[in-house]
């Protein structure tokens, strides 16, 4: 692949399609994500629950910190031997977080993420990274608010709950034989029951 290709002109081509995994190997590539680089992309939608209200606060920052030593060792205990080194993921975060990207690349990379890192659709594997990864979402978006007070309704903002939803669209592909998935299926059909009944 020419190096030269611009990252957002190489995903441009295929809006049409769902990548497929070589496809989202040429796109990280372009961005310079390559060989062990390929498992930080995990952290991105992380990463986009942080810039979700546009404010960067101490409270998100620590919860990623965390997030990526745990991710670091378990990438590493998997492997069996330490290819990710810790300074790494910091660095690879830390290019995304020293200032706010471009619209859209951030969501570019997360599509990148079922291909690449979740290829054999369902499996504990595929449970196990994307409750991580949701559930590090989900610890971001309720660590720290915009301003207070909120309301009570308000401790996500609109924009952290529209992405959330995004993300899960993101993933349902490559996690909806998984059992994450299907205990979310159980509990909105729970849901709609409640509120059938309430209206009856």
């Known amino acids: 692949m020419?190096?030269?290709?611009?990252?957002?002109?190489?995903?441009?081509?295929?809006?049409?399609?769902?990548?497929d995994r070589q496809d989202a190997l040429d796109f990280l590539a372009?961005?310079?994500?390559?060989?062990?680089?390929?498992?930080?992309i995990d952290l991105v939608p992380l990463i986009e629950m942080i810039w979700a209200d546009g404010k960067i606060q101490p409270g998100e920052?620590?919860?990623?910190?965390?997030?990526?030593?745990?991710?670091?060792?378990q990438i590493n205990q998997m492997a069996g031997y330490k290819i990710i080194r810790l300074s790494d993921a910091m660095e690879f975060a830390q290019r995304f977080l020293?200032?706010?990207?471009?619209?859209?690349?951030?969501?570019?990379?997360?599509?990148c993420i079922g291909p690449v890192r979740m290829h054999a659709k369902g499996g504990s594997y595929n449970h196990k990274l994307l409750k991580n990864i949701l559930f590090g979402c989900l610890d971001i978006a309720?660590?720290?608010?915009?301003?207070y007070p909120y309301e009570i309704s308000g401790r996500f903002s609109q924009s952290e709950k529209n992405l959330f939803l995004d993300i899960l669209a993101t993933f349902r592909e490559y996690a909806?034989?998984?059992?994450?998935?299907?205990?979310?299926?159980?509990e909105l059909t729970w849901t709609r029951l409640n509120r059938t009944e309430a209206t009856h």
């Open 2 to 19: 020419c190096k030269e290709t611009k990252p957002l002109q190489l995903w441009a081509s295929n809006r049409n399609k769902a990548l």
């Open 30 to 40: 372009s961005l310079g994500i390559e060989n062990e680089k390929i498992y930080l």
């Open 61 to 73: 920052l620590v919860i990623l910190k965390i997030w990526i030593h745990k991710h670091a060792a």
């Open 98 to 111: 020293i200032r706010q990207p471009k619209p859209g690349l951030l969501k570019k990379i997360r599509h």
């Open 142 to 147: 309720s660590s720290s608010v915009k301003e």
């Open 176 to 186: 909806i034989e998984t059992e994450l998935f299907k205990e979310m299926r159980v």
